[in-house]
Nanobody, 119 residues
Framework: QVQLVESGGGLVQPGGSLRLSCTATGIVFRIYRMGWYRQAPGKQRELVADITSTGVTNYLDSVKDRFSISRDNDKNTVYLQMNSLESEDTAVYYC?????????????WGQGIQVTVSS
């Protein structure tokens, strides 16, 4: 059974930092594209950053200079380092594992973790 478990969220002041982690079980982690999405109240879910199996990264324009995604295939874990956080970054963040390149519709979501940026 595939499972994604997120951690590292919480409350942080503007300008602060957080690191989100997502550990996967039940998949061959190294071949999956891993991503972080977020959904703020009243808004659609959006891709924040993703990283391919070969380490190619992609970012939402508004976070490009502040966030960094990385992966550790030995630990089956993907990270999102978030610096210079802004109130607009407040959202529920979701980890995503996408294996659809190999198996049709093979996409799994984590349960989501709250990030709140507020003074």
């Amino acid at each position: 059974q595939v499972q994604l478990v997120e951690s590292g969220g919480g409350l942080v002041q503007p300008g602060g930092s957080l690191r989100l982690s997502c550990t996967a079980t039940g998949i061959v982690f190294r071949i999956y594209r891993m991503g972080w999405y977020r959904q703020a109240p009243g808004k659609q879910r959006e891709l924040v950053a993703d990283i391919t199996s070969t380490g190619v990264t992609n970012y939402l324009d508004s976070v490009k200079d502040r966030f960094s995604i990385s992966r550790d295939n030995d630990k089956n874990t993907v990270y999102l380092q978030m610096n210079s956080l802004e109130s607009e970054d407040t959202a529920v963040y979701y980890c995503n594992a996408d294996g659809s390149r190999y198996v049709r519709d093979d996409v799994t979501w984590g349960q989501g973790i709250q990030v709140t940026v507020s003074s």
